[in-house]
């Protein structure tokens, strides 16, 4: 049994949306005049980036490092710097993507490119950000139906325990203005930002790259400044210890002069070997200080910027002319749907 297919006669088709063509004329014009205020109402944006060139390193920081350098003072090697970073290049788009680190943003100073006035960013979202007559009603609705923004300036900003609505909200506008990507091959990370002014997102690119080096290099250093500042406070003890030992053996010494008793022998050797140890306890401590701080130089990594973030001249959002056309054309589909349907129903097609 041969099944019945229904075959769309094309040039039929044609000729009947061809023969209305005033009628898809008015529905280009309606939908010229919709796409026009759609294009008109839509903020434009701009997109400035940063590209940088992390330096890779193989040398983790932890327990395993540490087991490492105590364990070669006797000859063994456990392998321990072989451990990789545990934050690498890949994961540094989850941390632009924390609660905390987009919250940190709040805080920055920005200036717009009309208007020198410094102010900080969660000000500049809040009340320059330019929005579409058609958000109003849920805006609007959402005010009321939430609690106010526990944003305060004076107490240190949002109570990360207690995000109102509209503060989430600003959080995952932000997630979607800020981008950071890693190229799996060669590890380059950029680092793109998008807002209504291009001085802004220049601004905030620039300090997004710079808070990213400096989130980095506090994990990288941060058990070798550890290190550092515990053997720095110990140099110091041991100094303290030598200084004390030395004033006792030299006021033993000078209040005994000639003296030739065998216990007096013992007793300065006793005092000179105390102050040999301290010496030699003070000079270790300086040291490991030294090699702490040595430490502290070779993890800090180095960034290398290929590209420096730019204020933008052209806007990176949709162009107002492709919207205006996109209205229209959806209008005339619309509109040929409409013509079609009503000549199906009525048996002409």
Not at 2 to 13: L, M
Not at 243 to 251: C, D, F, I, P
Not at 257 to 284: A, C, F, H, P, W
């Amino acid at each position: 049994m041969e099944k019945k297919t229904k075959e769309i006669d094309v040039v039929a088709v044609f000729k009947v949306l061809l023969a209305q063509w005033r009628f898809l004329a008015r529905f280009a014009g309606i939908g010229a005049v919709l796409g026009v205020i759609v294009a008109l109402c839509t903020p434009k944006t701009f997109t400035a980036g940063v590209t940088l060139a992390p330096e890779m390193s193989s040398g983790g920081i932890g327990l395993s490092g540490n087991l490492a350098d105590m364990a070669s003072n006797f000859g063994i090697d456990i392998g321990g710097n072989s451990a990789m970073d545990a934050i690498y290049p890949e994961l540094y788009p989850d941390i632009f993507a924390t609660t905390d680190f987009l919250l940190s943003l709040y805080d920055v100073p920005v200036r717009l490119k009309e208007d020198n006035t410094e102010k900080k960013y969660i000000e500049h979202l809040k009340k320059d950000f330019k929005m579409p007559f058609w958000t109003y009603p849920k805006i609007w609705l959402a005010q009321l139906m939430t609690p106010k923004d526990t944003y305060n300036p004076k107490k240190g900003g949002v109570d990360p325990f207690k995000i109102s609505k509209e503060d989430n909200d600003i959080i995952e506008g932000m997630r979607g203005c800020i981008i950071c990507t890693v190229d799996k091959k060669t590890s380059i990370i950029t680092i793109s930002v998008t807002d209504q002014d291009p001085l802004v997102a220049a601004i905030m690119a620039d300090t997004l790259q710079h808070r990213l080096q400096q989130y980095i290099t506090t994990y990288r250093t941060k058990k070798a400044t550890i290190d550092y500042e515990f053997y720095k406070k110990l140099s110091r003890e041991m100094r303290r210890d030598y200084e004390r030992a030395r004033e006792v053996y030299t006021s033993f010494a000078d209040a005994n002069q000639g003296v030739q008793l065998q216990s007096y022998q013992v007793k300065i050797e006793e005092l000179e070997n105390t102050m040999q140890l301290k010496y030699d306890n003070y000079r270790n401590s300086l040291e490991l200080m030294r090699q702490a701080h040595t430490k502290i130089q070779e993890r800090t990594p180095a960034f290398v910027m290929m590209e420096r973030p730019i204020m933008p001249n052209k806007p990176s959002s949709t162009p107002r002319s492709l919207i205006v056309l996109l209205w229209i054309f959806l209008a005339i589909m619309g509109g040929s749907g409409w013509v079609l349907y009503k000549k199906q129903r009525s048996g002409a097609l």
